[in-house]
């Protein structure tokens, strides 16, 4: 558990629909951002290739540049998750997948896979957390999203800071990370109400400075 837990520090989710604002390649944009994120300590990355703007629509680009980004993480031993593509995570033997309430059920994946991929969960509710806090396989939550946000589209109505304290208060103690509007300046409060990490994406993928963003992101870890 405490590995899980030194993941889940400084998550990146990304897919090359985030990097579209910059001038050039979403491709390249996004390999050279998760680079920089690398170098500068991100301890998870989660490739989320999602919605319109991305490459879901033409399956072997996703493929490829989720192998891309794959030898990227495994250059700087950090954990690659996939959201969501269970036969692309398993394919390529992802390290891990992640999955929302609506996704494959964590007992399929488990049937499918011939080894023991990191499973993550999307919680949203205190009813979900209690119904999956003792759920075999997964790994951790991902709860939110703490705070609005236009990264993600189809989200979830926000849960608000106090949502960390309450899943403790229930007795839950599966690692958590927690999405949602999360930027440097509040960082240091989701940590201390309980939180294992932060997820972002736009915090890094907007960042006029990677290195010193990540740097604030992990630096009350």
Do not use: W
């Not at 390249?28 to 999602?50: D, M, P, S, V």
């Not at 030898?71 to 031993?77: E, I, M, S, T, V």
């Not at 011939?114 to 790994?139: C, F, H, M, V």
């Amino acid at each position: 558990m405490n590995k899980i837990k030194s993941m889940l520090s400084v998550y990146f989710i990304a897919g090359s629909q985030d990097c579209r604002h910059l001038p050039g390649s979403p491709v390249e944009n996004l390999l050279n951002i998760l680079q920089q994120a690398l170098e500068a300590g991100i301890t998870c990355f989660q490739f989320r290739e999602k919605g319109e703007r991305s490459l879901a629509q033409n399956p072997q680009l996703k493929h490829r540049l989720a192998l891309q980004c794959q030898q990227l993480c495994r250059q700087f031993n950090v954990p690659f998750i996939i959201n969501d593509d269970i036969g692309l995570a398993l394919a390529i033997r992802a390290d891990g997948i992640h999955v929302g309430q609506k996704d494959t059920a964590v007992e399929r994946i488990l049937s499918r896979a011939d080894y023991r991929p990191i499973i993550g969960l999307s919680i949203n509710t205190l009813e979900q957390a209690q119904a999956n806090k003792e759920r075999l396989g997964i790994d951790y939550f991902g709860i939110g999203p703490i705070f609005a946000t236009q990264s993600k589209a189809d989200h979830a109505p926000a849960v608000g800071m106090e949502f960390i304290r309450q899943i403790h208060e229930l007795g839950i103690d599966k690692p958590c990370v927690a999405i949602g509007g999360i930027h440097e300046d509040n960082t240091a409060e989701i940590r201390r109400l309980g939180a294992n990490g932060v997820a972002v994406i736009s915090a890094i993928t907007r960042s006029n400075d990677i290195a010193r963003t990540v740097q604030n992101l992990a630096c009350h870890s």
